[in-house]
């Protein structure tokens, strides 16, 4: 008996069992990258670091001040509004249990 996807035993209709044998062999493991020692991979690694790095686009000098000091105000207003949540709480539970 057969469920909706077919058997699992039974190769697939259309194909030959050369097609089906292919299909069932392990993937090849590594290629190139596979045979080259671990001081090898790790410069690999450290060229590819060093592209990446080269296509960043790096702010100006302005550009990172100005954003840097929305960064501070941010969390300057973040802090101010935990602190007026957490005094808030801190009353309510003070009324309610003290």
Known sequence: MTD???????PERGRSEDETAESQ??????GKRGKKGPFARLALFYRQVVAELRKVVWPTRSQLSTY?????VF???????????DLGINRVVGYVFG
Do not use: C, F, N, Q
């Not at 062999?25 to 590594?30: A, D, L, N, S, V």
């Open 75 to 85: 969390v300057v207003i973040i802090i101010g509004l935990v602190t007026v949540i």
């Open 68 to 72: 840097t000091s929305v960064v501070i």
């Open 25 to 30: 062999k392990k993937p090849r493991r590594g």
């Open 4 to 10: 909706a996807l077919g058997s699992i035993d039974m």
